[in-house]
């Protein structure tokens, strides 16, 4: 069964450096996603991609955050500058079309800034 | 903008028995879904039920049904013959199927024990 994979699993980073998230999403889907999970907390939402572009983006995602899709399979979140309160759990989902109800979800990148 | 409500922060069941986990939503649209997810410990969103809005019928997989009553914008999980592998978080979440976006809206997660 086809499936989103997230790497690396876990991430360890100083604060002030720069990190880069990477997801494989299932290879005939369109829309892609970043969630976030705070230890503790809800899953949020970071932002919405597709067509190569920025589609919907949340009040977390500010400047320090970015999304790209460098090669047509892989889709990034790069976070510049970390800080101690960019620690969470981060999930990538897809799914084939716009409408279609249900998001793919990888297991998860589970971030540690230090 | 949409809201999801999980009143319940931590439920207990006992191994075999029934549980009832509640969803109250907030939306003006008419069209949307609604989710059950399962995290366990290893935190990974495993989709557990998927309801869409314009659907009467209530969804059912396996031991896992809803009680989806539109009007009151309730969405309950019922989870039947509980295993002592059902324990996670449960989140309820919310999707809008028409043209305001594709993002989902999560609940704050309900905490299940299962007891043997």
């Known amino acids: 069964e086809p499936e989103v994979t997230q790497t690396p699993s876990h991430q360890v980073t100083q604060m002030g450096q720069e990190v880069i998230l990477r997801c494989v999403p299932i290879?005939?889907?369109?829309?892609f996603y970043w969630y976030r999970q705070i230890l503790g907390q809800k899953v949020e939402f970071l932002v919405s991609?597709?067509?190569?572009?920025?589609?919907?983006k949340s009040e977390i995602f500010d400047d320090q955050f970015s999304v790209e899709r460098p090669d047509g399979s892989n889709f990034t979140l790069k976070i510049r500058s970390t800080k101690l309160e960019d620690s969470a759990m981060y999930f990538c989902?897809?799914?084939?079309?716009?409408?279609?109800?249900?998001?793919?979800f990888g297991q998860g990148t589970r971030l540690t800034v230090v | 903008a949409q809201t999801v409500t999980q009143s319940q922060p931590e439920m207990s069941v006992q191994e075999a028995e029934t549980v009832t986990l509640s969803c109250t939503y907030d939306?003006?649209?008419?069209?949307?879904?609604l989710f059950w997810y399962k995290q366990p410990p290893s935190r990974q969103m495993i989709l557990v039920i998927r309801?869409?809005?314009?659907?009467?019928q209530n969804a059912t997989e396996n031991r896992f049904s809803v009680n989806f009553q539109k009007a009151a914008k309730s969405f309950s999980l019922k989870i039947s013959d509980s295993q002592l592998g059902d324990a996670a978080m449960y989140f309820c979440?919310?999707?809008?199927?028409?043209?305001?976006?594709?993002?989902?809206?999560f609940g704050e997660g309900t905490q299940l024990t299962v007891n043997p």
């Open positions: 989902a897809s799914h084939s079309y716009k409408a279609a109800p249900e998001a793919f």
């Open positions: 290879s005939n889907h369109l829309y």
């Open positions: 991609f597709y067509n190569n572009e920025i589609s919907e």
């Open positions: 939306t003006s649209e008419s069209d949307y879904y």
């Open positions: 309801q869409e809005a314009y659907k009467q």
């Open positions: 979440a919310y999707r809008s199927a028409g043209t305001s976006g594709s993002r989902l809206t």
